[in-house]
């Protein structure tokens, strides 16, 4: 079968756009089309009618070749609030939630006429890495076709979306690691820039020092693409930087590139098909003269991520998500009081993992645990990002394997709190911690699922980072990696 | 490490205005008791005492104020859209005894 | 035999800040709109919304710490505290916990002839929540107050009378309305007022425990209520009984006050920096043109009117108790400087008019200003001024026009009066008989007809003045 050109990346369905070999409700219909055979259970809603009459809008239009995203269907996770078009973050406490106005990423999207065809399901509100917690149940992983597998979290359906290449790029959400560690399990390039870059207005909040607006692409040129796109200051957000970044093109040659590797975070890799991918891409990258330097970041530290997260997160995410009461919006239970009302709506609303999480935020905010529980792990937040900044002040970025091991299988994937120090599989919040871009992109296939690298530089080097990815990219032999066609990239 | 108990537990879940059935409780129970483990750890890091919290990822500060404009607020039908008891253009709850 | 108490109050503050927008959203900042129309999806608490803080809320609360004497912080910050409530749409209120924008001023004010300092420990920016009505069976919810700016202003613990309290509250709405900061409303609620009391012996070391009083909606009833509640407290103590930690509310129509719950464990409000606010620094010259901007206090004009303008305490009290007629007397005095003529016209004439209901009043200062001066320099009388006034309040006509247009001029000219005056003598030879026999009406008698005689044009005082002359002449 030839390919069609919904597989393709951002930039080739643009030029063909451009020369007219597709029109946009062609395009827009193929998506719907793939969107509905879909076996992933990978949306909330599928859009038909109103990216169909956008499409056919589009149809008479003519392209205009400075925007790329013209007539590119694409996928929104449902913790981006959109006008009219209900939004749940995929748990039952927002079911029927009509939101009254457009999340900031929607509005520039909306704007550069690309065309919204879903919107993707979710771990609920965010909070989970399994694609298990969403209230419509669980998102496949389109790689496994016997469903055993996980996609990861929390952004499981717009992951699955791109993976199954029902769109060339979808939005997602990353607090923690929640689109760099499904893009491992998907194959797909995960990007998520610098905090502050891109507005956060209208996602619903997780944990504002740590939420990110992020991303899935089948490559870095398009991740590079819809990050001068999004990157934009809003005045509708506080924590929105206006800030010019600096690119140093010099970055582009893989000789000038300096990655370090964590000797005390990867000697816990113990997957032999993995560890063999990733060694032999670092040393094809030093043989074509990359720098890469082993150094130690600190035991310590690496095994403090995982609380430091859970604390932090959980402390906020009990705050942010208290506005969660169904009084205003949502399912209004019965109540003699309003605090039956309140207690009532939340009970039935929230899934059990996500009570777990909020009670546990709740207690280390209580005044007499803030000093030993809220504000130590803001100040291991603080230590870990202090030797982070230290490491990087000499290198470009470090680099590891994104998770330790393929997607697994859902009777491993658990959202329990562990005591089993899983460095490897939590370390990504470092970036969240840190606020630096960081990026995720497949290196490899084990049993025909995929995994990747993950590269995390300095914040506000989202420009440098994106251009060293595209060198190590070219390295891969990954490139384009979709679900439909892995057998392509089987050695 | 002082096992924290159910009745604290079950307190804190109230207090947030939901319940959990016993099952769940001990679920948390023993997430409590990891997570509480896993912060004394985190206690004894070298430098961990004498450091600034950190609340925001880098240490910045903006200048930015919202100029005092009035943006065009939403119609009545619009703030009561979501809103499943009403009454008189308002939400409606069960009397709030003060 | 009795002790003697001594109680110790400390007052917090909410005041409701004057704006176009409210705190962290742009809706619009209104009071007595129709329910639910001055709302956008933030002050809903809508899932994805985010705080941006209003440049006009923050210079209120610069103007207002700068006039309580406070140290100002120029880097913002805020926290949330958290708590359920039914009027509460996001579960948190953003506040300024640790640090406020204002902190350690005081107020100073007379009392009895003497001075009073009531020392102030923090002004805090915040929002306000939503607006509750209670039915009997049900509550309905008003969202147009969720998110209107407060600043939250908290006393020390250092007041010991009920009067001081009263006259702080009174001291801190004239400032409020003053900088034109706030409307000052108690009965509205855009000053709303909390009591924290306790009383204990005298010379003793610890305070008593502490009740708050709740809902005063005068300034009258803080007094009233403080002194209720320090009887309340002292007669509990002297039967032995204990004072509960509580928190009452006043029962106008009992005056006295009631119990509303009692305090169990202290709320906690699990305090947290706000991740979403930044912390914003204010530039220096942003503070001081903030300050320097601010409207002139109650206490400089008044300063400024006794000692420069050198009216009497009594006029300028009057005069400052009404703010915009104080704007219009500083106005009128750039054209008019008979300050005391002045004063008096507003005190009078035109508060009656400003009070009455329908009228309406456009009168600019200098119109006003060019009124008294011609009242002043003797060219008109103080009853033509009276109805000129009536004339010209309205539509803001220039005096001056009003006067030559209608040829209303005062016959000043001593000349023009004499020859007038010689003439009415001649023609009234009984009333020169009365004078001499001392019948010292006949002089009014005169004057009255030379008023008459010019159609109130005469000056009267000279009038007078010449008709006694004349009299004594003949």
New interface residues.
């Given amino acids: 079968m030839d390919k069609h050109i919904l597989d393709l990346s951002i930039e080739e369905i643009h030029e063909a756009l451009v020369k007219g070999e597709v029109k946009p409700s062609d395009l827009v219909k193929e998506a719907l089309k793939r969107a509905h055979e879909s076996k992933d259970n990978a949306f909330e809603m599928i859009l038909d009618d109103l990216a169909l009459k956008k499409a056919e809008e589009l149809d008479h239009v003519v392209v205009p070749k400075n925007n790329l995203f013209f007539a590119i269907p694409y996928v929104l996770k449902d913790?981006?609030?959109t006008k009219g078009i209900k939004?749940t973050?995929s748990s039952n406490i927002?079911n029927d939630?009509i939101?009254?106005?457009d999340?900031t990423i929607y509005s520039i999207l909306k704007e550069s006429n690309a065309i919204m065809i879903a919107k993707a399901s979710m771990d609920e509100l965010a909070m989970g890495g399994t694609g298990t917690t969403s209230h419509i149940g669980t998102t496949f992983n389109p790689f496994d076709k016997a469903h055993v597998r996980s996609i990861g979290g929390s952004s499981s359906g717009s992951a699955a979306s791109v993976a199954s290449a029902v769109v060339p790029f979808a939005i997602g959400s990353d607090t923690g690691d929640s689109v760099r560690k499904p893009a491992s399990y998907a194959g797909l390039v995960g990007y998520k820039p610098t905090w502050g870059l891109l507005s956060?207005?209208?996602?619903?909040?997780y944990?504002?020092?740590l939420d990110t607006v992020a991303y899935f692409t089948r490559d870095v040129i398009d991740a590079r693409h819809l990050f001068n796109l999004l990157k934009k200051h809003d005045?509708?957000?506080?924590?929105s930087l206006n800030v010019e970044l600096k690119e140093d093109v010099e970055k582009k040659n893989v000789k000038n590139v300096k990655l370090l590797v964590f000797k005390d975070l990867d000697i816990n890799l113990k997957d032999e098909t993995l560890l063999k991918t990733y060694h032999d891409l670092l040393n094809r990258l030093k043989e074509a003269g990359m720098d890469i330097v082993e150094v130690e970041f600190g035991h310590d530290l690496l095994s403090a991520i995982y609380p430091t997260y859970n604390v932090i997160s959980f402390?906020?995410a009990?705050?942010n998500?208290?506005?969660?009461?169904g009084?205003?919006?949502g399912p209004r239970p019965e109540g003699n009081t309003?605090?039956e009302v309140?207690m009532n709506a939340r009970t039935v609303g929230f899934s059990n993992l996500i009570k777990r999480r909020f009670v546990i935020g709740?207690y280390v905010?209580?005044?007499e645990n803030?000093k030993t529980l809220?504000l130590r792990a803001k100040k291991v937040r603080r230590l870990i990002v202090q030797r982070l900044n230290e490491l990087l002040k000499n290198a470009d970025g470090f680099i590891s394997l994104a998770a330790p091991n393929i997607a697994p299988k859902f009777a491993d994937a658990t959202d329990k709190l562990s005591d089993a120090y899983v460095i490897n599989d939590n370390y990504l919040a470092i970036a969240n911690f840190s606020g630096g871009p960081s990026i995720t992109l497949p290196i490899g296939l084990k049993e025909n699922m995929p995994f990747g690298i993950n590269i995390t530089a300095k914040a506000f080097d989202d420009l440098n980072l994106l251009n060293i990815a595209e060198v190590v990219e070219s390295f891969s032999g990954m490139k384009g990696l979709s679900a439909k066609e892995v057998d392509k990239y089987v050695k | 490490m002082n096992k924290l108990d159910l009745k604290t537990i079950k307190d804190a879940a109230h207090r947030?205005?939901f319940d959990m059935s016993e099952e769940e409780f001990l679920t948390l129970q023993k997430e409590f008791d990891i997570t509480l483990a896993q912060m004394d750890v985190l206690g004894k890091i070298a430098g961990v005492d004498e450091i600034e919290p950190m609340?925001?990822p880098f240490d910045?500060?903006?200048?930015?104020?919202?100029?005092?404009?009035?943006?065009t607020?939403?119609?009545?039908e619009e703030?009561?859209l979501n809103v499943k008891e009403k009454?008189?253009?308002?939400?409606?709850?069960?009397?709030?005894v003060? | 035999m009795s002790n003697n108490y001594i109680p110790t109050i400390g007052l917090e503050i909410h005041l409701e800040t004057k704006?176009?927008?409210k705190m962290f959203s742009?809706?619009?900042?209104t009071y007595g709109a129709?329910?639910?129309?001055?709302?956008?999806?933030i002050d809903?608490?809508?899932?994805?919304?985010?705080?941006?803080?209003?440049?006009?809320?923050?210079k209120n609360a610069i103007k207002l710490s700068h006039a309580l004497h406070m140290k100002i912080d120029h880097?913002l910050h805020f926290d949330?505290k958290?708590y359920?409530y039914?009027?509460l749409?996001?579960?948190?209120q953003i506040t300024q916990n640790e640090r406020p924008i204002g902190s350690d001023g005081y107020l100073d004010f007379q009392l009895d002839g003497s001075s009073v300092r009531v020392e102030i420990e923090r002004l805090h920016m915040e929002e306000d929540t939503c607006k509750?009505?209670?039915?009997?069976?049900?509550?309905?919810?008003?969202?147009n107050r969720a998110g209107v700016p407060l600043c939250e202003i908290v006393t020390r613990p250092c007041i010991h009378d009920a009067r001081v309290a009263r006259l702080y509250v009174e001291k801190i709405r004239e400032i409020g309305i003053y900088l034109d900061v706030s409307d000052g409303k108690m009965e509205e609620g855009s000053l709303r007022c909390d009591v924290n009391i306790s009383i204990a012996k005298e010379g003793a070391k610890e305070f008593g425990t502490k009740v708050e009083i709740k809902n005063l909606n005068s300034t009258a009833n803080v007094e009233k209520a403080i002194a209720y509640e320090i009887e309340r407290q002292k007669s509990l103590l002297e039967n032995g009984e204990k004072v509960r930690q509580e928190t009452r509310?006043f029962d106008e129509s009992k005056m006295e006050t009631v119990l509303?719950r009692v305090k169990t464990d202290a709320v906690?409000y699990?305090y947290?920096?706000e991740?979403?606010?930044?912390?914003?620094?204010?530039?220096d010259e942003f503070v001081n043109d903030t300050i320097e901007s601010s409207y002139e206090l109650a206490d400089v004009k008044f300063a400024r009117y006794t000692n420069v303008f050198k009216v009497s305490e009594y006029d300028a009290n009057t005069l400052l108790k009404n703010r915009s007629l104080a704007l219009l007397f500083d106005d009128a005095t750039k054209t008019c400087q008979y300050y005391d003529l002045l004063i008096h016209f507003i005190n009078g004439d035109v508060l009656t008019y400003v009070s009455g209901a329908n009228n309406v009043f456009n009168l600019s200062g200098k119109h006003l200003g060019e009124l008294i001066n011609l009242v002043g320099e003797n060219k008109i009388s103080n009853a033509q001024a009276r109805d000129i006034f009536k004339v010209i309040a309205k539509d803001n006509k220039s005096p001056i026009d009003i006067v030559s247009e209608q040829g209303i001029t005062q016959i000043s000219d001593e000349d023009t009066l004499k020859e007038m005056i010689k003439k009415l003598l001649d023609e009234n030879p009984q009333a020169i008989e009365d004078f001499k026999n001392g019948k010292g009406r006949a002089a009014s008698f005169l004057v009255g007809l030379i008023m008459k005689l010019t159609k109130g044009k005469a000056n009267p005082a000279l009038a007078s003045k010449l008709i006694n002359e004349e009299l004594k002449r003949r």
């Fill in positions: 913790n981006y609030s939004t973050a927002l939630y939101p009254l106005y999340a956060r207005f209208g996602l619903f909040s944990a504002p020092s005045d509708k957000d506080e924590t402390a906020e009990t705050s998500n208290a506005n969660l009461d009084v205003k919006f309003y605090q309140m709740s905010l209580y005044k803030q809220f | 947030l205005l609340t925001f910045i500060e903006v200048h930015h104020l919202r100029k005092d404009e009035a943006d607020p939403l119609s009545n703030v009561l009454q008189s253009g308002q939400i409606k709850l069960p009397k709030v003060l | 704006s176009k927008s742009s809706a619009p900042n129709k329910p639910n129309t001055s709302v956008l999806p809903l608490g809508m899932p994805g919304t985010l705080p941006t803080v209003n440049e006009e809320a923050v880097t949330r958290n359920f039914s009027d749409p996001k579960g948190y509750q009505l209670h039915y009997t069976d049900f509550t309905l919810l008003d969202y509310r509303m906690d699990k947290f920096p991740p979403n606010i930044l912390p914003i620094k204010l530039s």
